[in-house]
């Protein structure tokens, strides 16, 4: 996987390990509350060079020593330690070292920060879901909202994807990759209200998208085509549903314009032209939702013999001149 949105959880540790640097004094002006043997400690952690026994160490002491000011400083060394691990893209290690740091200092924040930097450099998307969870919950932001709805999402989860991705909706509009999949997973649990309100957070969003440079304008014109075709595809069928049938047209239509394969788009056309009394059009739509040979198709069949039956006198000759004109189109 892309290491999803890793630029800012490096500047959050960067920003942790800076306001430490600086708010922090140096233990000597420090009102001292520890004793000869902490500060040997101390000093001993300081010294050590091997970065696996420098956390084993500071992980040790801080987990005996739980109200010295001598923490602050500990913790500085470890926190250095694993920025500068960072800065080599040493991730295994920052890995490594994490979870046994984790170990006894269980619920620190800068830890899960680092963890799931590193388990996204190294494409672990289950780990960095994990950590992910835990450096949201110490410090929110809708980036990393916006990474693990991506994550969820590639992992397959999708009631996860759909927590995180209305939760990064919620501050940020913007991301039409993540309403679409969420316009899609609701339409998929014929849940409308809230498919339909993703398929149009998804055409509000999508004008003002950038291309990123890396990306062909080919390419990019086909999958905004896709988010397209499927938001008005979704809010034409909810109309449909809702009785709208002047809408759902509208909005069908649109969307075999970017997409003009779905059986079902022209099978719901077929049935609101039908409703607003429209028969040749709904005979049309019919035919090429039949022609598609998709999950409609049979339906459709047996709509357009239906219609043309009661325009031709109860007669099939020359239903197969608007079936030709289907595939004409279809082309």
């Not at 219609?307 to 099939?316: F, Y």
Request: charged share 20%; net charge positive.
């Amino acid at each position: 996987m892309t290491s999803p949105t890793t630029s800012m959880i490096h500047r959050t540790l960067a920003g942790l390990l800076f306001f430490c640097l600086a708010a922090m004094p140096a233990a000597a002006q420090q009102a001292q509350d520890y004793t000869d043997a902490q500060y040997k400690s101390y000093e001993e952690i300081k010294a050590t060079t091997d970065a696996a026994a420098k956390v084993e160490k500071a992980a040790q002491f801080l987990k005996e020593n739980p109200k010295t000011s001598l923490r602050e400083h500990v913790l500085n060394e470890y926190q250095t330690l694993i920025v500068n691990l960072g800065q080599r893209e040493d991730y295994a290690q920052i890995i490594t070292l994490g979870n046994k740091f984790l170990a006894a200092v269980p619920d620190d924040s800068f830890t899960f920060a680092a963890m799931a930097e590193a388990y996204s450099k190294t494409d672990n998307t289950k780990g960095f879901a994990t950590f992910g969870e835990k450096a949201y919950a110490a410090n929110p932001s809708v980036q990393l909202a916006h990474a693990l709805a991506r994550a969820y999402q590639q992992l397959g989860n999708q009631a996860k994807f759909a927590q995180w991705g209305e939760r990064a909706l919620a501050k940020d509009a913007s991301y039409f990759e993540i309403s679409d999949g969420l316009t899609r997973h609701f339409h998929a649990t014929q849940e409308m209200a809230k498919a339909t309100k993703y398929a149009r957070m998804t055409v509000a969003s999508l004008p003002k998208a950038e291309k990123p440079a890396s990306v062909s304008a080919a390419d990019w014109k086909k999958g905004t085509d896709s988010y397209y075709a499927t938001a008005y595809f979704t809010i034409g069928i909810s109309a449909y549903q809702n009785q709208s049938y002047a809408s759902a047209i509208t909005n069908l239509d649109k969307s075999v314009g970017y997409y003009k394969r779905n059986d079902s788009a022209y099978y719901h056309l077929g049935l609101a032209y039908w409703q607003s009394g429209k028969s040749a059009p709904a005979m049309l739509n019919f035919a090429k939702a039949y022609v598609l040979k998709g999950s409609s198709a049979a339906a459709a069949r047996q709509n357009l013999e239906k219609l043309w039956k009661s325009s031709h006198r109860g007669s099939l000759a020359g239903i197969n001149n608007v079936i030709q004109k289907a595939e004409q189109e279809l082309k």
